[in-house]
């Protein structure tokens, strides 16, 4: 199975900042990636698909770019409401669609 | 409204079995393929089990595989996940997925690219002697 690595696995920022999480792939998966958002006692919310396709509805501080084996979620302006844990999930194998082990964003 | 509700988890002991179901509605069921992802409380999302709109084309996580079988009824717009010889890994809390599930063409080609985009509320499931 491709490996997904995030990192960091947790970061502390302030409303406002902008911050990035970035995502290994074990091997290339060209730009089948997904990010995924959830908050606690909440099922998954998806981001992004294909590395940079903003999903409908989710708003445009959120953005996603890499291709290959490296990958980056970045939001512009961190809002209160973005306090979550945030998973990479590579979708170019026929196998299993695996995920990244979550980076969880905390509040400063 | 685009929803799914899951249900059939419970308790159960190591060895035994479980039927997951996921009701659909609000979109056309056969038109996508599903999904199965599960958490552990207090960890990380893994994706479970994945089937093609028509049920012609099934995956599985190693880590169950062997074990569960994921199905679908069309006519009745549900999925299933039998879940046979459980184990106390298995314990979490199962989710249904619209999409998240590649596969091959009848002629070999990957589609690759799949995402989960509508998620249900998740059904427990609980191994323990």
């Known amino acids: 199975d491709i490996q997904m690595t995030q990192s960091p696995s947790a970061l502390s920022a302030s409303v406002g900042d902008r911050v990035s999480i970035t995502c290994r792939a074990s091997?290339?998966?060209?730009?089948?990636l997904n990010w995924y958002q959830q908050k606690p006692g909440k099922a998954p919310n998806l981001l992004i698909h294909t590395a940079s396709s903003l999903q409908s509805g989710v708003p445009s501080r959120f953005s996603g770019s890499g291709s290959g084996t490296d990958f980056t979620l970045t939001i512009s302006s961190l809002q209160p409401e973005d306090f979550a844990t945030y998973y990479c999930q590579q979708s170019y194998s026929t196998l299993a669609l695996t995920f990244g082990g979550g980076t969880k964003v905390e509040i400063k | 409204e685009v929803q799914l509700v899951e249900s059939g988890g419970g308790v159960v002991r190591p060895g035994g079995s479980l039927r997951l179901s996921c009701a659909a509605s609000g979109f056309t069921f056969d038109d996508n393929g599903m999904s199965w992802v599960r958490q552990v409380p207090g960890k990380g999302l893994e994706w479970v089990s994945g089937?093609?709109?028509?049920?012609?084309?099934?995956g599985y996580a190693d880590s169950v595989k062997g074990r569960f079988t994921i199905s679908r009824d069309n006519a009745k717009n549900i999925l299933f996940l039998q879940m046979n010889s459980l184990r106390a890994e298995d314990t979490a809390l199962y989710y249904c997925?619209?999409?998240?599930?590649?596969?091959?063409?009848?002629?070999?080609?990957?589609?690759?690219?799949?995402?989960?985009?509508?998620w249900g509320k998740g059904t427990t499931v609980t191994v323990s002697s």
């Open positions: 091997q290339n998966i060209d730009s089948f």
């Open positions: 089937i093609k709109w028509d049920g012609s084309s099934t």
């Open positions: 997925g619209r999409g998240g599930y590649n596969y091959n063409s009848r002629r070999g080609s990957p589609r690759r690219g799949s995402y989960t985009d509508v």
